[in-house]
């Protein structure tokens, strides 16, 4: 898709927190619109709220993306056994890591994909632990991640309402991205989310499912 199509498709309400960082960059322009390439998204969703904010915005993410013919794998943060890195470098930043746990599911998977979706709840002007956890066990895949040409974007709710208060994330997920070398695809930033369900029927949730349908 190209970034006219994405921007309509997202619906871009001025003064919404469809925050800055928005646009489909050149590359993704190419991917998405020249060759038609079917991606392989990789979906990481942190919240422990199995029927919570983001975990909904995920799944209209994911049904977008399905219906537009994309190969979706979706990893549960919160539901999977994913221990925090311990930093013993063991896997020199591109190996086996010590630990045997559910990351070895998702590794390949992380390797192959086109396209990585982060949805999180806002946790102390952070992402939630248990998708930090894994964020932080992409360092035994360092070598194989950073620098490839991969697609990201974030979907994030939070209960304040002041846009000030996203920035610390967006800067965190845009830094990120930077040091990968990955493009931002957008960013859906819903406010004002506090209780589950408050996100369903909500023009954030209907930007997602859009964002993923345009893809
Ligand atoms: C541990 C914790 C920390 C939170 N920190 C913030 C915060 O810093 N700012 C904020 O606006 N909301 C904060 N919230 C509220 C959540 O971001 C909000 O309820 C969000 O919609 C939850 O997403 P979910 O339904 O996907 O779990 C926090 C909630 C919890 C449980």
């Not at 994030?156 to 994330?169: F, H, I, V, W």
Request: contains cysteine; glycine residues 8%; proline residues 4%.
């Amino acid at each position: 898709m190209d970034r006219r199509k994405f921007i309509k498709a997202v619906g871009f309400a001025a003064g919404a927190t469809l925050l800055s960082g928005m646009g489909i960059t050149e590359a993704t322009e190419l991917l998405n619109d020249k060759t038609n390439k079917k991606m392989k998204i990789v979906v990481l969703t942190g919240s422990p709220r199995r029927n919570g904010n983001t975990n909904y915005l995920a799944g209209q993410f994911i049904k977008g993306a399905e219906e537009a013919g994309h190969e979706v794998y979706r990893f549960d943060c919160a539901q999977r056994k994913v221990s925090p890195c311990i930093a013993c470098n063991r896997c020199g930043m591109n190996g086996p890591c010590v630990f045997r746990d559910d990351f070895e599911e998702l590794r390949p998977h992380l390797v192959a994909a086109d396209m990585v979706v982060f949805a999180t709840p806002m946790y102390y002007f952070g992402f939630s632990s248990q998708l930090k956890a894994v964020i932080d066990r992409f360092y035994a895949l360092n070598g194989q991640i950073k620098g490839r040409m991969k697609q990201a974007a974030l979907l994030m709710a939070y209960a304040d309402t002041a846009p000030e208060e996203a920035e610390p994330m967006l800067l965190h997920y845009r830094t990120l991205l930077r040091y990968l070398g990955w493009k931002d695809c957008g960013t859906i930033v819903a406010a004002g989310m506090w209780p589950e369900g408050a996100v369903n029927d909500t023009k954030y949730s209907r930007m997602a499912y859009e964002s993923g349908r345009r893809l």
